[in-house]
């Protein structure tokens, strides 16, 4: 019986595809990438399996053009983790094995690195012997180098020590003298220089929650959920688990939600395992880059993995550790374009499969992992005091009905920061907007500042003198007066920008950083700001949800939230828990040090259960009210969803297209094939987005196993709505946000 291969090709097809196997060699074993033809197309895919009949007739199957690997890509594990997500979110197998490899390696990149390297021929020996070449000044030069060398010289060598020294070699390797090839390249895994740094003392809080992790059986799965305080010396048990881990011969794989997160923790992992190679992978690297940290992963030489959401995928051999920092953060769910998926949620089913502990952290849990702590599947350790006998922070709310507010900032708040300025400490203000004001308005029509593609408004950027749209990147100039009327216009509201001109013109002299999209958008950027402010060169950082994400800046002492207010009546079920994160971990950059840390909030609204339960409760007071309210509600964690998006040029189409795909639901429901429940159709809060209406249908049920046999007997009918033609869409499940 001749095999067959199944391949998965990065199409948007729910389908993958069957292959005869090469007329000689040996047969691809599965995890291997091929060349296929696909239509009038070359295609690289991946063995999913290999089969012994098809139900495509054996004189119709096409044979593959190429094997790339000689060894899989994808261990037997790793395959069938993602063939489990292909099938959990309902997404096509070949986009979401693309999602898993770095784009050199989907454009058929070799597993393993190789590099260029030049040597002199016998040939070319001769000849410099002879003096030659003797009118080619370049060539010459090059020949002499090649020839004084005891073996090959590096191409990189070359380019920096003989600049243009390409068109010199191709005339030697013309005449004979010189010659290239590859040879094998070394790990791009890090080895880090550092000393190494002293143990610091535990806790009794975080010895026990060490003591219980390594006491549990290392070759079994268990879900850890570390709920620790800001402060507390989560990272330090991570340390302490990984070094067992390591000492065991095992490799590890940490988790950050973003590459804001990523240098500082790699710093402590590097001070704290030196001679340990490791990787680091986010999408701040150069697909060169981002190939050779894949590589050192896959082939074992790293011994140590960090990285962001698509890092869950690291193809790291004899995985015995799984870490996800800040758990609750949203940004480990992949929440538009492609194949949607939670890391997180990932990383915890790869570590059941390969039957290994993980640690998820955070000082602020997602209600789902608390709910899954509550109900056992997760064991909870909490540490309720700060590490180093830091105290942790006083919170107070400032009622902006009674204050005198400029620019945002209330007169306490004012007076605090010029306290704490005086006496040495740093302070962090945080707004979630960025841009110098949300919008421009006429003072007169009271036109105000619109985006032609989107229901939005345009955000003002007063030092570029631009207007731009945060939701489909829109820029023009700014207007000097009403484009309507012609009368003056103003600045409405606040963003980074605009706290930061004010902070200076209140503090001169007082050195401040901004961190937010605009001012940081590569790795190196954020760890200059990172930098001025761990040194004490910024004295105020102003920023976005990135000053609250698990930074350590032990000399700020007062963190001041101005717009607390932006998430307490908004419509997404989700508002208040993001909110509540927001505030609890803001509050957790002050008072990291030895000196006290007082939070003060602004608000209008001092009364509303969500401040005074954080405030009088803390965070484990808000879970508790807020999954009563989800329970009485029916959303999740007590139920499960997913959400059909469509978009169009014409919002008809895409609501006609959701409409057809719900009377599907409905006839599927008639005939009783699955307890589910329908929400909508109805447009998104922002309709229109980018020049396209978008719209969505919400698929609810109190069963996992329900939805998911409703979604999949569904899908497929829904494709072959002819209303699909007119529309994109796609399914998300276990949304985050309800667009």
Avoid at 35 to 41: D, K
Avoid at 74 to 92: I, Q, S
Avoid at 234 to 247: G, H, M, P, Q, W
Wanted: net charge positive; with cysteine.
């Amino acid at each position: 019986m001749i095999p067959l291969l199944r391949v998965a090709v990065d199409t948007p097809l729910r389908r993958t595809f069957d292959y005869l196997p090469p007329l000689e060699g040996a047969v691809p074993v599965p995890g291997s990438r091929l060349r296929v033809p696909f239509g009038n197309r070359l295609l690289v895919g991946v063995v999913v399996s290999l089969e012994n009949q098809s139900d495509v007739p054996e004189g119709k199957l096409k044979r593959i053009s190429e094997v790339i690997d000689t060894h899989p890509v994808f261990d037997d594990a790793l395959l069938k983790l993602l063939c489990w997500a292909g099938d959990y979110y309902h997404h096509p197998l070949g986009e979401v094995i693309a999602t898993a490899l770095p784009k050199l390696a989907r454009e058929g990149a070799s597993l393993a690195a190789r590099r260029e390297v030049w040597a002199a021929t016998a040939a070319g020996r001769e000849a410099h012997l002879a003096g030659e070449p003797q009118r080619a000044p370049k060539q010459r030069r090059l020949l002499h180098r090649l020839v004084a060398a005891a073996q090959t010289v590096d191409a990189d060598a070359l380019t920096a020590e003989l600049p243009g020294w390409r068109d010199a070699a191709r005339a030697l390797a013309a005449r004979g003298w010189a010659s290239a090839a590859e040879a094998p390249a070394p790990s791009a895994a890090i080895v880090s220089n550092a000393a190494a740094t002293a143990l610091p003392t535990l806790s009794d809080e975080q010895a026990q929650a060490v003591e219980r992790i390594s006491q549990a059986d290392p070759a079994t799965f268990h879900a850890w959920l570390l709920h620790g305080i800001t402060g507390s010396g989560k990272t330090e048990i991570y340390l302490r688990l990984a070094a067992d881990t390591l000492a065991r011969g095992r490799r590890v794989l940490v988790l950050v939600p973003e590459i804001g997160l990523t240098p500082q923790l790699v710093g402590r992992f590097a001070a704290r395992f030196p001679d340990v190679p490791y990787a680091v992978l986010h999408s701040g690297l150069t697909d060169g880059e981002r190939l050779a940290a894949w590589r050192a992963a896959h082939d074992g030489s790293a011994r140590l993995v960090l990285g962001t959401r698509s890092a869950v995928f690291a193809p790291l051999p004899d995985l015995g550790l799984l870490i996800v920092d800040e758990e609750h953060d949203p940004s480990f769910k992949q929440q538009e374009g492609g194949f949607r998926y939670s890391a997180r949620d990932l990383a915890v089913v790869r570590a059941q499969m390969l039957g290994v502990p993980i640690v998820l952290g955070s000082a602020t849990p997602s209600l789902e992992t608390l709910h899954n702590a509550a109900l056992g599947r997760y064991t909870r350790l909490t540490l309720l005091r700060r590490a180093a006998a830091a105290r942790p922070p006083v919170l107070r709310l400032l009622d902006l009905r009674a204050e005198r507010v400029h620019a945002g900032l209330s007169t306490t708040a004012v007076t605090t920061m010029q306290q704490h300025l005086a006496d040495g400490g740093q302070i962090l203000v945080y707004i979630n907007r960025r841009g110098y004001a949300p919008t421009l308005a006429c003072t007169a029509c009271g036109w105000i500042a619109p985006c032609q593609a989107c229901d939005a408004r345009m955000t003002v950027y007063r030092n570029a003198a631009r207007l731009r749209c945060h939701h489909c990147g829109a820029d023009r100039d700014l207007p000097r007066q009403c484009p309507t009327c012609g009368y003056a216009v103003k600045t409405v509201g606040q963003g980074t920008e605009r706290v930061e001109e004010t902070l200076g013109e209140t503090f001169p002299g007082i050195s401040i950083a901004r961190l937010d999209r605009d001012v940081v958008r590569r790795s190196d950027e954020l760890e200059a700001v990172m930098t001025r402010v761990a040194s004490g060169a910024a004295r105020i950082l102003v920023g976005t949800q990135m000053v609250a994400k698990g930074h350590d800046f032990p000399a700020v002492t007062l963190a001041v939230v101005l717009n607390a207010d932006q998430g307490l009546f908004n419509t997404d079920f989700r508002a208040a828990e993001r909110l509540a994160q927001t505030i609890v971990q803001v509050a957790g950059r002050a008072g990291r040090g030895e000196r006290g840390g007082l939070v003060l909030i602004q608000t209008e609204y001092p009364e509303h259960p969500l401040l005074t339960s954080l405030l009088d409760g803390g965070y484990d007071a808000f879970a508790k009210a807020a999954l009563e309210e989800r329970r009485a509600a029916g959303w999740p964690p007590f139920a499960r969803l997913a959400a059909l998006r469509a978009s169009a040029l014409q919002a008809a189409h895409a609501i006609a297209f959701l409409d057809a795909a719900r009377a599907l639901a409905a006839e599927s429901m008639r005939r009783g094939d699955a307890p589910v429940r329908l929400l909508g159709p109805a447009p998104a809060a922002m309709a229109r987005r980018a020049d396209r209406h978008h719209a969505q249908l919400l698929i609810e049920s109190t069963e996992r196993s329900a939805l998911h046999r409703f979604l999949a007997a569904w899908l497929p009918e829904v494709e072959a709505l002819p209303a699909a033609r007119r529309v994109r869409y796609a399914l998300d499940v276990d949304p985050l946000e309800l667009f």
